[in-house]
């Protein structure tokens, strides 16, 4: 519409050749017969309107897609992000529409909460204000501010290093570091680990196992 059917300087005909050359399959085979004169142009876009531009059916579609939304079986940080990006996708489609929606935040703050975890589901009731009206934007918030903290949770987790703990609470070694044997004090002044005391712990080790 923006490139031939406001372009003044194409007459109908011209802009009936680009739209047939613009589509395929079953849009074509609606017009495909029209015989290229001016008046076709018209007729073209009426046949094509007329087929797809039903806006109750494109909104209906959007709603199912709400409706059929994966439930979030466990709450991290790209599960939370993939469902709001998902919510605000078809939302954003479905307002393109200009729908007449009466309670629309009730209705579908109510469809995501049932698609959501029990705990960050009870915890959305518990920290919002229950006094005011429920807010589909607010409840997406909620979900980006807690995909966020779950993600730096998760990499604070991944930073941390292992240790092993000794019964008093004090640490005896890191994980990485106990596998390696000890190095007796000759050996640490000598600069290497061949002296008499390793090798006797070696051979007793050895024969131990």
């Not at 529409?97 to 009731?125: E, F, M, V």
Request: proline share 3%.
């Amino acid at each position: 519409m923006s490139l031939i059917d406001n372009n003044n300087s194409l007459d109908n005909i011209q802009k009936l050749y680009y739209l047939r050359s613009f589509v395929r399959e079953e849009p074509f085979d609606l017009i495909k017969n029209l015989p290229l004169v001016g008046e076709s142009y018209q007729e073209a876009l009426k046949l094509l309107k007329n087929r797809y531009e039903n806006k109750n059916r494109i909104v209906n579609e959007h709603i199912c897609n709400l409706l059929d939304l994966r439930t979030v079986g466990k709450s991290t940080a790209g599960n939370l992000r993939e469902f709001v990006s998902a919510i605000r996708q078809q939302v954003a489609a479905i307002k393109n529409h200009n729908p007449n929606i009466i309670y629309w935040d009730h209705i579908l703050t109510c469809i995501i909460l049932r698609k959501l975890d029990g705990y960050t589901s009870r915890a959305y009731q518990l920290e919002r204000d229950l006094d005011a009206e429920p807010s589909l934007e607010d409840l997406l918030c909620y979900l980006d501010k807690r995909a966020l903290a779950l993600e730096g949770t998760d990499q604070s987790h991944h930073q941390q290093p292992q240790a092993r703990w000794s019964n008093n609470g004090k640490v005896a070694a890191h994980a990485a570091a106990a596998d390696k044997p000890p190095t007796c004090l000759n050996c640490a002044t000598a600069g290497e680990e061949q002296c008499d005391s390793c090798q006797q712990q070696r051979e007793a080790v050895a024969s131990s196992e």
